[in-house]
């Protein structure tokens, strides 16, 4: 890096989803949201595809995609990799509450999974107060400690801005528009997969705006050449 702005010296390119066509790539996405804890029907993505964009949408029909574990959250997201094991058992990705246990089994699926490296997503947000949207990794381990912060940003989320992170075995910094926010000093050493993801919680805002919409123009994974 160069100060405060992020620096791709020495990166490679890997991998890249620029969403040109009419479908979701199955090479590289997941159309599910950790399916095992609840079912792939119940935790399908719903999204468009069309003039170089992913949407991503949560609709007015839409129900809560687990609402054993996760009440009314209704989520909408596609992931690189998936793994679980048998039904009953509590071997699962993102174990988000105790006491879960997997109710539908997933064959695994490693469809990007990189260790270490830097990831670029250009998109643009909803200003729901109620939605979050969320680039994010997670593993199959968890070793490392909860670190949350809300940061703040001046820029217009309904806008197109570029966020990402930059991972290192000794820390995880994170930019917009390639300036850096905020960096952990600690650092996952195990494979990520990456997952792309539009939440409505339950709350007070406008139940009429629908669809809540998450548009991603691109993502790109680099690893050190």
């Given at each position: ?120 997503l250009r998109a643009r947000a909803i200003d729901d107060p109620d939605c979050m949207v969320a680039l994010w990794l997670i593993g199959y381990d968890k070793a490392i400690r909860d670190d949350f912060e809300a940061v703040p940003v001046p820029v217009d989320v309904r806008e197109f801005h570029v966020y990402a992170a930059e991972w290192t075995p000794d820390r995880v910094a994170f930019f917009v528009d390639g300036r ?46």
């Open positions: 890096m160069d100060g405060d702005m992020m620096d791709r010296t020495g990166y490679v390119l890997v991998f890249e989803d620029t969403f040109d066509g009419d479908v979701l790539d199955d090479t590289r996405w997941f159309p599910y949201y950790l399916p095992q804890w609840s079912s792939r029907a119940a935790s399908a993505a719903r999204y468009r595809m069309g003039d170089g964009f992913l949407r991503l949408v949560i609709e007015a029909d839409q129900r809560p995609w687990c609402p054993e574990w996760d009440g009314d959250v209704i989520v909408s997201s596609i992931q690189t990799g998936v793994f679980a094991g048998p039904v009953g058992s509590a071997v699962g990705q993102q174990r988000f509450k105790p006491g879960l246990v997997v109710r539908e089994e997933q064959p695994p699926r490693r469809l990007y999974t990189p260790r270490y490296g830097l990831f670029e850096l926010v905020r960096t952990v000093d600690q650092s996952p050493d195990y494979p990520l997969q990456v997952m792309l993801s539009v939440y409505r919680f339950p709350g007070g805002g406008d139940p009429g705006r629908y669809p809540k919409e998450f548009t991603v123009d691109y993502l790109r994974g680099y690893e050190k050449g």
